[in-house]
């Protein structure tokens, strides 16, 4: 396979805001934001999420043999007291194309990426209960638990638990 790892910019636009619907629509556990929100929203916004402040703010894209497969972004706190801290968001690989090294891959690069970040101390994420794989992932990479909130988010009915992680980098 010819895989590539990139930072998304203006011109994947489309492919973005698909990849994202599809994350939201399949994956509704993983995600905070849902896929009606993000049906709402414009193409313009989309472009805006790409490019805006691209030295703290980024996406990095998993391409294989050219179609997006898989992202994960981060972006960094505005406010002075919080600018050494970022968060990192959306991270997601098409199921047919998982097991093969694409999630790591995009980590990797997203971390290098953040560690170069001049003034970027720690980095956070969110992972909703039962996200075994995903949590999997970031405990390997060296994340701890700093926080577990009961009831974190709401799916439907449904009530799950929302673990905070985060990395000292
Ligand atoms: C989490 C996710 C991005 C991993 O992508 P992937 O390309 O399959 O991951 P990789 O093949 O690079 O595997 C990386 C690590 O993830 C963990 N992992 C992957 N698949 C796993 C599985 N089925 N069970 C348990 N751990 C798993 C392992 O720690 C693995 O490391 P290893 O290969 O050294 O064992 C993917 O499963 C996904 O998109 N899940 C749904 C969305 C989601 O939960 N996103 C996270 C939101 S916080």
Partial sequence: MGLEIRLLTARDTEAYWHLRLEALEREPKSFGESAGEHRLSTPESATERLTTNPED???FGALLDGDLAGM????RYTIAKERHKGKIWGVYVREDCRGKGIGRA???????????????EQVSL???AG???ARALYVS???KTYGLEP???KVGDEYLDNEHMMLKI
Avoid: D, R, Y
Wanted: charged content about 10%; overall charge positive; proline content about 3%.
């Fill in 126 to 128: 969110t992972v909703a």
């Fill in 141 to 143: 990479l060296g994340f």
């Fill in 131 to 133: 996200q075994s794989a």
């Fill in 57 to 59: 703010n980024f996406v």
């Fill in 72 to 75: 994960a972004g981060f972006f």
């Fill in 151 to 153: 009831g974190g988010m």
């Fill in 106 to 120: 995009l980590l990797a690069a997203l971390l290098e990426k953040i560690k170069a970040c001049p003034g970027v």
